[in-house]
């Protein structure tokens, strides 16, 4: 093979993986400019739990049964956890190891469908309703809202398990389902942190 024709392909690959590198970048920004816009949601429900707070002269309101804390305790440990657990599968596909991706991918969805249950559980257990009071209603607000993204994430987790069934999908080189999972994934933890501190300790 002549030296010109050596040159030609060395350029055409250098290219392709620039190429392809920026294409992943974009759309890694793309979906933390998505989950800005929805941290920015978030903030202006916090705020208004905490103002509603602020001006309310009891809080909780008068005859509102106390939050228990032993189970959201536990549901947050869990939720935490599969953060760090979801964490090892974006190390393992650098590896090229799909199978133990599929196996953290699967432990994290099994976490995250407990820490669902557990909040469905706290739900039908609470001696408030929606509309009981304001406090019920923020509380329902703020916890279901997280919850519908804990399930969105539960969906993308799925997806990553399903699409990495098929030979050659991802790889060390190409693994941007799993990238854009896992940052969605931290952030539902980072934004669970925040809600349990202002509902249940605060």
Known sequence: MEATQITNIAVDSATEHSAHSAHTDLRVFGLL?????????F?????????FRA????W???????????????????????????????????ENQLRAVQLWFLATFIMGAIFIAGQ??????LGFGFTTNIFASTFFVLTGFHGL??????????AVLL????????????????????????FVDIIWIILFLILYIL
């Open 33 to 41: 400019t998505f989950l800005f816009s929805e941290g920015m949601l």
């Open 55 to 58: 001006i309310a002269p009891e």
């Open 149 to 158: 993204h804990v399930i969105i994430g539960l969906c993308l987790i799925l």
């Open 120 to 125: 469905l559980y706290e739900y039908q257990h």
């Open 163 to 186: 699409r990495s069934l098929k030979a050659g999908h991802y790889t060390s080189q190409k693994h941007f389902g799993i990238e854009a999972a896992s940052i969605y994934w931290h």
């Open 60 to 94: 909780p309101p008068e005859g509102t049964e106390k939050l228990e804390i032993l189970l959201p305790g536990i549901n947050t440990i869990i939720l935490v956890s599969s953060s760090f657990v979801i964490h090892q599968a974006d190390h393992a596909i650098k």
């Open 43 to 51: 903030v202006g429900l916090f705020t208004a739990y905490l103002a």
